[in-house]
């Protein structure tokens, strides 16, 4: 064979075999470094191809077309290829001064650089090729130090050991499925956008390094070797580390670490084969796997730091045989291999440690690792009476559980045990722990790792919901080590039992999955946060946590829900489904919201569509805020509600923001704040503050309980406008309304059609007497603020008040002026119920009842009332048609009326009689009304045949007065009017203000003529009703117009 030797400089290039003449004469053009070398005739024999030697004393030697070799001459070398590979019959051999010397080869051309045949140094490689590198299943690695990397390093970084690599963005990536053998001490690294193992990776009392990234430093001095930064932007979602194979370096360093962006989640590192560094010869190994800010880390394989085997010692209880012995396994390494530990007894189970104690405190040694395997049983059972026994399996490092543990109450009676399969960082828990017991209370399954993943499938899912049927589980991640201690659940759990799944983190919960468990609870409790991606349904559910964010996805369907600490911060459009049917008990200490969009102020308030919205407004932090109605609510589902030994809604509390009801009407809404001594103040709102507001709402088929109560609110400061309640309250004290208990605010344009009752009897057990004085009204109990065109429709019942008086009305009990500063003003306002007072406590009880108002302090304006005034019993009574007593002197009620016919009351404290006739005659009326200055024109529609007057603001009603008509005899049937209308949608505020209504068929013929013969007449219209665009009946109210007949003209023929 004939070889020649080209030296330039410091570089020098190799031409072995037949190179022709003009082959040479390329080699010596080179300035700098070699550039030539030929390339292999099969991929078998491909030797790096085109070297530029830039620094470093390197001759290159190519022998028998199938070895090259390196002869690095100084301690730091850089070179520059074209193409960097080996093939499978080929070997590059790198000769260098000393094992610590080093040499740079760095790819510059536009392919992978592919190992499949071997190379070997005694000192230290570094590969770096942007486009990937790949050690082949036959390709081995032989180095005192080993770097693969597409991430490029400076020249002058390199000479000087500052280990920096940069990428470029989205790096390629490099991948071992070879042998990579490093000489004691030294280290191997692999760095790319991804990584890859699925060969083997030895460094004995070393140091290995996978870095996924576009910054990645390597430390050869400091205690940490590899420093990753900057995620790459990849669109391979798979994950940035992938080792399969087995990477050893016992006594030594595995640091695998993956870039990841906090904001875009997704998978950083897979382990599913061996990463072993063990402590040897009194040198500790260490494993760091670490997945950035966003990344998943999910381990599969083996990851150990084991020292060797360290001798198991088992100890034995000298208890009485009639209950469970005590077993106790300690060692470095723990590996229970197809074992059976039995601690049961007759009377009890026993105790079992394995590698520690409970939560990993007490004196018992812990183990560095802990492996139980799918054939090794332990068992802890109650053979026939007492309680299951206590099973701990505790490692430092790692457990890996796949057996059977059984630890069942006794067969006669006796509770489920306790287990718990723990490990400082890892834990891979596969097994079942069966806690069940016949007659007693079952047992609970502890799980407390670092950080845990609950991924679909068998050992995540399936594992967990076959746990979840033989007892308790709980899955906790609180320590006092540096991890994150999230648990994150992929898999949707389905679980029948009536068990408890509890999960306690150190940091936040991420349900991506669901919980399925109809007939048992669920406990999620985070020093973090909770964040919901999915349904949950169980019988019992229950949340702590610094906030509680659930998504579009997050349904819950349950009978009990609580929250004992974080805020419900819910704003989705639509909003998921929520369901809560017995315990509700999420308002009392933390915000919850529930919206389908706004932020709370004025400008963007709350847009609530469910009965839950509407209750989170009495939260913490929420009082103030600003609300509207999106839908009508059936808010059935209240009645069925407790919280404590309250019943139903809770009423909401200070409220000084404001609700708009845009219309919308609550249904079936129901309350009964009792605090376990008494019953607090009923209404939707306990109290609407001096700033609330409430408007344009109906609350429809309420049930209210309280002491002062009303269906809207207990009592109300602020402003009322447009609202309709209808169904039934009870109160015991104070004010009890059908609206407001107490009023000391304004409520304008306002109905109550409630049944309102007053009765000091126990609402429920437990319940004291309330004792005191009681007002009592259709409409509010107790007024000293200001009321303005409102009726009440419903009766007030007063019965077993044991106090020192009685304050009943048809609209309202009490007209009071008992704050300073307070003006107690009604106006334009009535009543049509009845009033029932049934007294039986004798002459310690005074009674002031009427049908409108039972004790007058202030001023009554333009009022009316209808209904009767029944006063039974010994107690000293005043009562009159429209006021049972007067404290103003005699000054007020002077424009108001009462129904003497239908209240067979003929006198009154206040106010004047007319008969049924007087009050339903139109023109009647009018005249009265106009000459103690009622409004006809805007305010007051007039009553008519079977109607009374009433508010044109509240009830659908319009007024038509003609203008006089001049008609020809004989044309009185075609001939049509003009006139006026007051009243229709613009002023019932109770339709769509978009309504609208066709009034011009009032004012055409047929009249009704009080005579068709010539001369002056009058006429009636025949119109009574108008139906609106919308479908509302409109009443119509007709005045009489006046007309002129005139003689028909005389025709001669």
């Keep these: 064979m004939m070889e020649s030797q080209v030296k330039i400089g410091s570089a020098s290039c190799q031409i072995s075999g037949f190179d022709t003449l003009s082959k040479l004469r390329t080699c010596l053009l080179l300035t700098v470094a070699a550039t030539c070398l030929p390339h292999a005739v099969y991929a078998d024999l491909t030797l790096p191809q085109d070297p530029s030697v830039v620094s470093g004393g390197v001759n290159i030697t190519i022998t028998d077309n199938s070895k090259m070799r390196l002869s690095q001459s100084q301690d730091r070398a850089v070179v520059n290829w074209g193409s960097f590979s080996v093939g499978r019959e080929a070997h590059l051999d790198i000769q260098q001064p000393a094992a610590s010397s080093a040499i740079l ?14 190379i070997t140094a005694n000192g230290q490689v570094y590969l770096v090729n942007p486009n990937g590198i790949f050690i082949g299943p036959d390709g081995a690695v032989d180095a005192s130090a080993f770097v693969a990397s597409s991430l490029n390093i400076e020249d002058a970084d390199f000479q000087k050991e500052a280990l920096k690599f940069r990428g470029l963005g989205a790096s390629a990536k490099v991948e071992n499925a070879g042998r990579v053998t490093i000489t004691p001490g030294g280290y191997a690294a692999f760095l790319g956008g991804q990584v890859r193992n699925s060969g083997t990776v030895t460094v004995p009392r070393g140091r290995v390094g996978f870095g996924a990234g576009e910054r990645v430093t390597l430390d050869l001095s400091g205690d940490g070797f590899l420093e990753v930064a900057l995620p790459s932007d990849l669109e391979d979602k798979s994950a940035l580390i992938d080792n399969s194979g087995v990477v050893s370096s016992n006594g030594g360093l595995i640091e695998m670490r993956a870039a990841t962006a906090r904001e875009a989640v997704r998978n950083a590192v897979n382990l599913s084969g061996v990463a072993e560094a063990r402590s040897v010869s009194m040198q500790g190994g260490t494993i760091i796997l670490g997945g950035g800010d966003g990344g998943r880390v999910t381990i599969s394989g083996k990851v150990s730091t084991q020292a060797s085997r360290a001798k198991i010692e088992v100890l034995e209880s000298k208890r009485p045989r009639m209950r469970g012995g005590q077993v106790d396994i300690t060692g470095s390494e723990i590996v229970l291999d197809g074992a059976s530990l039995n601690a049961s007894g007759d009377a009890g189970g026993g105790l079992i440690r394995i590698g520690g104690d409970f939560f990993g405190q007490g004196e018992l040694q812990s183990a560095q690792t802990l492996s139980v395997d799918a054939k090794t049983h332990i068992s802890v059972d109650a053979l026939e009476d007492g309680d299951g026994g206590r099973v701990v399996l505790w490692s430092d490092l790692l457990t890996n559980f796949a057996g059977e543990i059984s630890a069942r109450g006794g067969a006669s009676s006796g509770d489920g045990g306790f287990v718990e399969v723990s490990s400082k960082q890892v834990l891979r828990y596969s097994g079942i ?68 799944l509890a999960f306690v983190a150190d940091n936040d919960i991420l349900l991506n999955g669901s919980l399925n468990g109809p007939n048992g609870s669920v406990v999620l409790d985070a020093i973090g946060d909770i964040f919901l991606y999915g349904p949950i349904t169980t019988n019992t559910l229950s949340f702590s946590a610094g906030s509680i964010i659930p998504d579009a996805n997050s349904a819950i369907n349950v009978s009990n829900f609580s929250i004992s600490d974080g805020d419900w911060i819910q704003i989705n459009d639509p909003l998921p489904t929520f369901v809560v049917t017995s315990e509700f008990d999420a308002v009392s200490f933390n915000s919850f919201v529930r919206a389908r969009s706004g932020n709370g102020e004025l400008a963007n308030p709350y847009i609530l569509s469910d009965i839950y919205g509407v209750q989170g407004m009495t939260s913490p932090g929420q009082t103030d805020k600003h609300y509207a109605l999106s839908n009508d609510i059936d808010a059935g589902v209240t009645e069925g509600w407790t919280y404590g030994s309250r019943e139903g809604f809770l009423p909401i509390w200070a409220f000084a923001g ?37 408007r344009n709402l109906r609350l429809s088929n309420a049930s209210i309980f309280g002491s002062s109560a009303g269906i809207l609110a207990g009592s109300n400061f602020g402003l009322i406008e447009n609202v309709w309640v209808d169904g039934e309250v009870r109160g015991q004290a104070g004010g009890v309304g059908g609206l407001v208990g107490s009023n000391g605010g304004v409520i304008n344009d306002s109905v109550a059609n409630v049944f309102v009752e007053a009765d000091d009897s126990p609402i429920v057990e437990g319940d004291f007497d309330g004792g005191g004085s009681v007002a009592v009204g259709g409409f509010v109990g107790d007024n000293f603020g200001t009321i303005n065109r409102s009726h009440a429709l419903g009766d007030v019942s007063v019965s077993n008040i ?28 009535y009543a049509l119920g009845s009033v029932d ?217």
């Design 105 to 118: 080869n760095r790819v510059t051309g536009d392919t992978t650089s592919e190992i499949h045949g071997r």
């Design 433 to 500: 722990a069966d806690r069940r017991a016949p007659n007693g209370v079952w047992g609970t399954l502890l799980l407390d790792p670092e950080n845990i993943t609950i991924n679909p499938g068998e050992g995540g899912e399936d594992g967990l919901e076959e746990n979840l049927e033989l007892g308790d589980v709980i899955l906790d991640t609180t320590s006092d080590s540096n991890e994150s201690g999230n648990i994150t659940i992929n898999a949707n759990i389905d679980w029948s039992a009536e068990t408890e």
């Design 658 to 694: 404001s609700l708009e009801g845009n219309g919308y009407t609550i249904s079936n809404l129901y309350s009964l704040p009792f605090n376990g001594k008494g019953v607090d103040q009923g209404g939707m709102f306990d109290t609407i503050w001096w700033t609330g507001t409430v």
């Design 802 to 829: 044991f106090g020192t008086s009685i304050r009943a009305g048809g609209f309202v009990g009490w007209e009071s002026s008992f704050l300073e500063d307070a003006s107690a003003t009604i106006n334009d306002s």
């Design 837 to 1053: 007072v049934e007294s039986n406590v004798g002459d310690a009880v005074d009674v002031r009842a009427g049908g409108f108002v039972g004790d007058l302090q202030g001023p009554v304006n333009r009022s009316f009332s209808t209904g009767t005034v029944t006063v039974i019993g010994d107690a000293t009574v005043e009562r009159g048609g429209f006021a049972g007593a007067d404290q103003t002197g005699g000054t007020e009620g002077n424009s108001s009326f009462w129904d003497r016919d239908t209240s067979g009351l003929e006198t009154s404290a206040a106010g004047t009689s007319l008969s049924t006739q007087q009050f339903q005659n139109t023109e009647t009326f009018i005249s009265i009304g106009e000459e103690v200055s009622w409004d006809f024109n805007s305010v007051w529609a007039p009553g008519d045949a079977g109607f009374y007057p009433v508010n044109y603001s509240t009830s659908p009603v319009i007024l038509a007065t003609p203008n006089p008509i001049t008609v020809q005899y004989g044309l009185t049937g075609v001939t049509p009017t003009t006139g006026s209308i007051v009243g229709g949608p613009s002023l019932f505020i109770f339709d769509d203000e978009e309504d609208t209504l066709n009034t011009a068929p009032v004012f055409q013929p047929p009249f009704n003529y009080s005579s068709r013969n010539v001369g002056a007449r009058t006429f009636t219209l025949p119109t009574t009703e108008l139906l609106s665009a919308n479908g509302v009946s409109y009443r119509v109210i007709d005045r009489p117009g006046s007309a002129s007949i005139s003689a028909a003209s005389l025709t001669v023929r």
